[in-house]
C-alpha cells in the first residue's frame, strides 16, 4: 500500500445560474514514501486544486463538491473532520505554497511561526522551541539562524523565504510534502538552491514529495514518477526517464515540443500545440484533448478515452498515442489527418523521425565542464 | 465508423471553434459589468428599491391624498394636547403633531430627500473629481510643477479629511445660514475629499500601468493618454463612490434637518425635519419618527446595495 | 558583430533612480543604480537578448533604450540618431520605428478598447494611412500576419486567452511598421505550450519583416533560442556578451556559468549528469553595490587580488566579450572554484563533483 492514494478524485464547483466547473476529474495516482512525484500541466489543468482538496484546503463554498479518496496511511483524508485534518497537516502532511510572501504571516516573525508548528505539532516550548527553531533554519540553508529567527518575512529575500517556509513545512518531518509550484516565483539560480534542498530532504529522511509544477525541466530533474495533467484528468503516467524518452500522449509530446532546450541550436523552430487551454471538449463528450491534438481520429470524440496501462507501468489516455519507435512500426492510422495544425507544427507521424523533437532521442550535450 | 466520420469531425470542429462566434460584437467591460450587476440579488433589491423611491419622488407629490400642509387635525378638532390620532381609514399613517396627514408628507418628503442627495453628491462629485483630476493628472505628467500642484491640492485635501465630517457640515450651514441651497452646498462639500482622493489615486495607479507605457511607446502625446486611457479607467470606483456617497448624502442632510439647520421653508416637508418633530411626541405616537427613519434607512440601504454590487460588478480581480 | 550594419548603439548607458526619504521635503539619500554603464551593439535585422535574474536591470535597459525611462548618463544612437537628447516632438515620430513588446499581456492592454481601437490609436498618432479604409487595410494585414481572425477587432483584451492577448500586443508594436522592437519578457506570462507559438510567431515575422529585436527574459532557454546574440546581466551591468551558440558552448564568466548550470532541461539525461553550480546567497542590493566586481561576493572562482577592489571592464576573449579578471585561467582550469564551506552536508556517492558549491554562505549579502 503506498503512502497516498488518490483515487478517482473530482473537484466541482457550480454556482446557479452559472457551468459547474469540474475542475478536477478523476484524478488518480499514488505516492511511496521516498518517492518523488509529480503533477505536470498548464494553468487550469486543476493541479494546485488537486493538491489544495487532497490537504483540505479547499475554500468552503456553497457549490463546492470533492469527490473520490485520498487515503493516507490507511486514512481517507477527504472524510476526516476539520479537527483531525489540522492535526495531519504540518505534522504529516505538509504543504509548501508558490509564494512565500503570502504564506508567511507578515506581523510575526519567521522564528515565532516556526516554534508554533513546533508548539502545536510537537509540544516543545520556550528555549527548546528555539533551538529547534534554529536548527531548522540552518538545515534548510538560511545563514545565521538565531539572527534570521527574530526577523520578518519583508526582511528576508525571495529565496530565503521559501527556505523559511520550507523549514516550517518539515518541522514535524513530515512524511508527505506537498510543493505546489516551489519555485516558480523565484529567480533561476534561486531555484536550484531550492530544488536541491528538496531534493536532500527527500534523500535523507525518506519524506515522500508530490511536486507540483508546469515546468518539464523542474520534473526531470526531480521526479521519479510523473502524471501529467489535462482539462482535470491524468493523461499520462510514466516513471520519469520513459516519459521524456517515448512520450505517448500527444499532449506530453506537445508539451516536450514546446520548450525550448538550452542545448539546442538557434533557429530551431518550435512545434507548439495549436489553440489554447480554452478549446477543450468537455469530457464526456470525448478527449478534453482533441479540439488541439495533432494525432487526432474519429475515435476521439463521442467517449472519453479509458486509461490504457502498458506493461512497464504506465498509462496514458489516448487511442492514438504515439508511436514508440522501434516497437509499432508502421502504425498508420492516416485517414483522418490532423486540422488546423498551427505553422510551423509538423504532423505528428513525423515525429518519431525527428530527433530533436523528442529529447532524449539526441545527442544530449554534456554541461560545460566546470572545474 | 467512415459513415459517422463526416459528422464527428463536423461536431469536433465546431467544438474546437468555441471561441470563433464571428458574428458576435465584443463586450466592452461595462456591458460585462452590468450582466454581472443582473446577476446579483443583491443589486436587483438595491435597484428595486431605488426605482420605486424615485417614482415616489417624481410622481407621488400628485397623487398624495392631502396635502401635506393642510392642518386638518386642527381643523377638525382632532389634535388636543397629548392627544394625536393615530391610523385611520382616511390616514393611513395617521396625522403629526399639526394634524396634518402623515402619508402625504411621507411621500412629498421623498422628493426633497432625492433632490438634496442627488445635487449634494452632484455637486461633491464636481468639485472633488476637478480637484482629484488635476491632482492626479498633475502628478502624472511630472515634473517639478506638477508634483507642487499636486502636493498642494493634497494637503488642501488632507485638511478638509481631518475635520469630522458632520461637524464640516454643521458649520458650513451655520456659517451660509440655513437654506435648502446651505444643505445641499454643505452635504456634498463634505464628499468632495473622497472623490478627490479616489480619482487621484486611481489615476495614478492607472498611470503607472503597462497600457499607458505601451501607448507612451506608442508616440501618443501625454495629455491625450491621460483623456483617452487614464481618465476612463480611473472613473469605476469614483461612480461606485458616487452611488454609495448618496446614501450618506441623504443621511447626513437628514442629520443636518434634524439640527434645525435644514431647509427653513416648514411648508415642503423633509424626512429629517419630520424626525427632529417626532422626537417630542414619542411617548404618545412613536409612529411618527418611525416613519421618515425608516424611509431614509431604507432608501440609503437601496443606494448602499447597489453600489456594493456595482463595486463587486466593475472589480477587476473578481472579473473572470 | 563588428561592421555590420548597427541598427541600435548602446554607450555607457546609465539609468539612476534617486531613493526618496522624508515626509514634507524629499530628500534623496542614495540611488539605486538599475543601469550602470552599459555598452552594446544591435545589428540590423539580429536579435540580440538580455538575460539575467530579476533586479539585474534588464528591463530597465530596455526601457531607457526606448526612451521611456529617461537614462541618467549616456548615449542611444538608433540608426544614426541620438535619441538622448531628441526634443520630445522628433523622438514621438521616432517612435514609430522602435516598439515594444510587453510582458502582461492583459495589463498592457487597455480593458476598455476594443482590438480595432487599440491598434488604430497609434496609426492615427503617426498619420498613418490615407483614411479609415485604408488604416483598416493596415490593421487586417497585422491581423493575418500575427494569427488573429478578423473578428478579433470587435472584441475587448478580456475576451481573449493569454496568447492571443500577446498577439494583439505585437500586432499593436507590428502596426507602426517598425524597424526594432524591444520585447521585454513576451513569453513568461504564457502557458509552455502557448509560448512556443509566440516564440515561434515572433521568428517568423522576423524572417518575413526583417525586424530587429532586442529580447529581454530571465529564461536563458528562450533567450539562447531566438537571440542571435546573447547579453548576460547581473546587477545592472553586462558580464558578458558572446553569441547565442557559443555562450553556450563556452560560457567565459563565472555567473554565466552559474545561471547555465542553473537552467533545467527536460531530459533527465541531462539533469542527471548536470553539475549545479549553486550561488551563494541572494542578488545584493543595486542600491548599495559591492565594490570591485559586483558578482565577487558570490562568485565561486573569486580571487583575493582584484576581484573586490577593481571593476572589470568587457574585454573580448574570441567572439565573446566578458567582464572578468581572471576569464582565460576560469577556462583553461588553472583556477579552480573554491568549496565555499557548505552548512548543508551532502551524503556520499551521489556523483557530485568538487566543482559543485552547494550552499549559501554569505551572510552579509542578503537584502
Known amino acids: 500500500m503506498a503512502l497516498l492514494e488518490v483515487d478517482d478524485l473530482s473537484v466541482t464547483f457550480s454556482r446557479r445560474g452559472q457551468r459547474t466547473v469540474r475542475a478536477v476529474d478523476g484524478v488518480s495516482f499514488s505516492v511511496d514514501a521516498g518517492e518523488v512525484v509529480g503533477l505536470v500541466g498548464e494553468s487550469g489543468c486543476g493541479k494546485s486544486v488537486t493538491s489544495l482538496a487532497i490537504m483540505g484546503l479547499l475554500p468552503k463554498q456553497p457549490g463546492l463538491a470533492v469527490g473520490g479518496k485520498a487515503v493516507f496511511d490507511g486514512t481517507d483524508l477527504l472524510q476526516l473532520d476539520d479537527r483531525s485534518r489540522r492535526d495531519i497537516r504540518g505534522r504529516d502532511v505538509a504543504m509548501i505554497f508558490q509564494d512565500p510572501l503570502s504564506s508567511l504571516n507578515p506581523v510575526i516573525p519567521i522564528g515565532l511561526q516556526v516554534t508554533e508548528v513546533l508548539a502545536r505539532h510537537r509540544g516543545m516550548k520556550g528555549a527548546a522551541a528555539e533551538k529547534e527553531a534554529a536548527a531548522l533554519l540552518d538545515r534548510v540553508g538560511i545563514p545565521d539562524p538565531k539572527r534570521r529567527l527574530k526577523e520578518y518575512p519583508h526582511q528576508l529575500s525571495g529565496g530565503m523565504r521559501q527556505r523559511a517556509l520550507i523549514a516550517m513545512a518539515v518541522a514535524c518531518k513530515p512524511r508527505l510534502l506537498i510543493a505546489d509550484e516551489p519555485t516558480t516565483a523565484l529567480d533561476v539560480t534561486i531555484q536550484a538552491q531550492i530544488l536541491e534542498l528538496l531534493k536532500e530532504l527527500v534523500r535523507d529522511s525518506g519524506t515522500a514529495l508530490v511536486m507540483i509544477t508546469h515546468d518539464l525541466g523542474v520534473v526531470a530533474g526531480m521526479c ?27 499532449y506530453t509530446v506537445g508539451l516536450l515540443g514546446s520548450v525550448p532546450r538550452l542545448d539546442a541550436g538557434r533557429g530551431e523552430r518550435l512545434n507548439p500545440i495549436p489553440g489554447s487551454v480554452r478549446d477543450v471538449l468537455p469530457w464526456p463528450d470525448g478527449c478534453a484533448f482533441a479540439p488541439r491534438c495533432s494525432r487526432r481520429v474519429d475515435e476521439c470524440v463521442g467517449e472519453p478515452p479509458q486509461l490504457v496501462l502498458t506493461y512497464d507501468g504506465r498509462g496514458y489516455r489516448c487511442v492514438n498515442p504515439a508511436p514508440v519507435p522501434g516497437t509499432e512500426p508502421g502504425q498508420e492510422v492516416r485517414d483522418t489527418v490532423p486540422t488546423q495544425a498551427a505553422p510551423g507544427s509538423v504532423p505528428a507521424q513525423a515525429e518519431p523521425n525527428d530527433p530533436p523533437t523528442v529529447p532524449g532521442l539526441g545527442p544530449a550535450p554534456s554541461e560545460e565542464e566546470t572545474a | 465508423m467512415t459513415i459517422t466520420s463526416g459528422k464527428k469531425k463536423q461536431k469536433i470542429d465546431r467544438l474546437a471553434e468555441l471561441a470563433a462566434r464571428d458574428d458576435e460584437r465584443g463586450v466592452s467591460l461595462w456591458q460585462e459589468a452590468f450582466r454581472r450587476l443582473r446577476r446579483n440579488p443583491a443589486a436587483i433589491v438595491g435597484a428595486v428599491i431605488l426605482a420605486l423611491f424615485v417614482v415616489v419622488a417624481v410622481v407621488g407629490p400628485f397623487l398624495v391624498p392631502y396635502s401635506p400642509t393642510d392642518t386638518i387635525g386642527i381643523r377638525d378638532g382632532l389634535i388636543k394636547p397629548g392627544v394625536i390620532p393615530g391610523i385611520d381609514g382616511d390616514h393611513w399613517l395617521g396625522l403629526d403633531h399639526q394634524g396634518r396627514d402623515e402619508f402625504s408628507r411621507l411621500v412629498v418628503g421623498a422628493r426633497q430627500t432625492l433632490l438634496v442627495g442627488v445635487v449634494s453628491t452632484l455637486i461633491g462629485l464636481a468639485v472633488g473629481a476637478l480637484i482629484g483630476g488635476v491632482a492626479g493628472a498633475a502628478a502624472g505628467l511630472g515634473g517639478r510643477w506638477g508634483r507642487w500642484i499636486d502636493s498642494t491640492l493634497m494637503r488642501f485635501i488632507d485638511m478638509m479629511l481631518a475635520m469630522p465630517s458632520l461637524l464640516l457640515a454643521v458649520s458650513i450651514a451655520a456659517l451660509l445660514g440655513a437654506s435648502l441651497t446651505t444643505v445641499m452646498i454643505a452635504v456634498g462639500v463634505v464628499s468632495v475629499p473622497v472623490f478627490a482622493r479616489l480619482l487621484r489615486g486611481s489615476m495614478i ?3 503607472n500601468s503597462d497600457y499607458v507605457l505601451a501607448a507612451t511607446s506608442l508616440g501618443v502625446r501625454k495629455p491625450k493618454i491621460a483623456l483617452t486611457h487614464v481618465v476612463p479607467n480611473s472613473l469605476a470606483p469614483v461612480i461606485v463612490q458616487a452611488t454609495l456617497t448618496l446614501a450618506t448624502a441623504i443621511i447626513e442632510a437628514a442629520a443636518l434637518s434634524f439640527l434645525g439647520l435644514g431647509n427653513p421653508d416648514t411648508s415642503v416637508p423633509e424626512w429629517g425635519v419630520m424626525l427632529a418633530d417626532a422626537q417630542q411626541y414619542l411617548d404618545i405616537r412613536p409612529g411618527l419618527a418611525v416613519y421618515p427613519a425608516l424611509g431614509i434607512i431604507i432608501t440609503a440601504l437601496g443606494f448602499t446595495l447597489l453600489g456594493e454590487a456595482m463595486r463587486e460588478a466593475l472589480d477587476p480581480k473578481l472579473r473572470k | 558583430m ?56 534588464k528591463s530597465t535597459l530596455g526601457r531607457a533604450l526606448l526612451q521611456l525611462t529617461p537614462p541618467t548618463d549616456g548615449q542611444v544612437v538608433f540608426d544614426g540618431v541620438e535619441l538622448t537628447t531628441l526634443p520630445a516632438g522628433k523622438l514621438r515620430t521616432m517612435r514609430r520605428r522602435m516598439q515594444m513588446i510587453f510582458q502582461d499581456p492583459m495589463s498592457s492592454l487597455d480593458p476598455r478598447q476594443n482590438v480595432e481601437s487599440i491598434l488604430t490609436e497609434g496609426l492615427q498618432t503617426h498619420g498613418i494611412g490615407k483614411d479609415r479604409d485604408d488604416r483598416r487595410r493596415i490593421i487586417g494585414e497585422t491581423l493575418d500576419a500575427v494569427g488573429l481572425p478578423r473578428w478579433a477587432l470587435s472584441r475587448y483584451p478580456h475576451e481573449f486567452s493569454g496568447g492571443q492577448r500577446q498577439r494583439i500586443g505585437i500586432a499593436r508594436a507590428l502596426v507602426l511598421g517598425p524597424e526594432l522592437i524591444v520585447a521585454d519578457e513576451p513569453v513568461s506570462a504564457l502557458d509552455v505550450s502557448i509560448q512556443a507559438q509566440v516564440v515561434n510567431l515572433l521568428d ?122 581572471w576569464a582565460e585561467q576560469i577556462a583553461s582550469g588553472e583556477l579552480r572554484p573554491h568549496k565555499v564551506s557548505a552548512e548543508v552536508v551532502r551524503p556520499e556517492g551521489e556523483g557530485e563533483t568538487p566543482g559543485v558549491v552547494s550552499a549559501p554562505s554569505e551572510p552579509g549579502s542578503y537584502v
Not at chain 1, 521519479?224 to 493523461?235: E, P
Not at chain 3, 534623496?28 to 545589428?43: E, M, N, S, W, Y
Not at chain 3, 548576460?232 to 553569441?243: H, K, N, Q, S
Not at chain 3, 566586481?293 to 568587457?314: G, I, S
Request: contains cysteine; proline residues 9%; aromatic residues 6%.
Open chain 1, 224 to 250: 521519479d514518477t510523473i502524471n501529467v495533467l489535462y482539462a482535470g484528468r491524468v493523461v499520462e503516467t510514466a516513471r520519469r526517464r520513459p516519459l521524456f524518452r517515448e512520450p505517448r500522449h500527444p
Open chain 2, 205 to 207: 495607479s492607472q498611470a
Open chain 3, 2 to 57: 563588428s561592421d555590420d550594419d548597427i541598427l541600435v548603439e548602446v554607450r555607457d548607458l546609465k539609468v539612476h533612480f534617486p531613493i526618496k526619504r522624508g515626509v514634507i521635503f524629499d530628500r534623496t539619500v542614495g540611488h539605486v543604480k538599475a543601469v550602470d554603464g552599459v555598452d552594446l551593439r544591435i545589428p540590423r535585422g539580429k536579435t540580440y537578448g538580455l538575460v539575467g535574474e530579476s533586479g539585474c536591470g
Open chain 3, 204 to 325: 517568423e515575422l522576423q524572417d518575413s519583416l526583417g525586424l530587429t529585436y532586442l529580447v529581454i527574459a530571465h529564461d536563458l532557454a528562450v533567450v539562447r533560442h531566438i537571440s542571435d546574440m546573447v547579453g548576460v546581466m547581473y546587477l545592472g551591468a553586462l558580464v558578458e556578451e558572446a553569441p547565442s551558440d557559443r555562450l553556450y558552448t563556452e560560457p567565459l564568466h563565472p555567473y554565466t556559468r552559474a545561471l547555465m548550470s542553473a537552467v533545467p532541461v527536460p531530459d533527465p539525461d541531462v539533469e542527471d549528469r548536470r553539475e549545479r553550480i549553486l550561488l551563494a546567497g541572494d542578488l545584493p542590493s543595486p542600491a548599495n553595490p559591492p565594490s570591485g566586481c559586483r558578482f565577487h561576493t558570490r562568485c565561486p572562482w573569486a580571487q583575493p587580488t582584484r576581484c573586490a577592489d577593481e571593476r572589470p571592464v568587457l574585454r573580448e576573449i574570441g567572439a565573446s566579450r566578458v567582464a572578468c579578471h
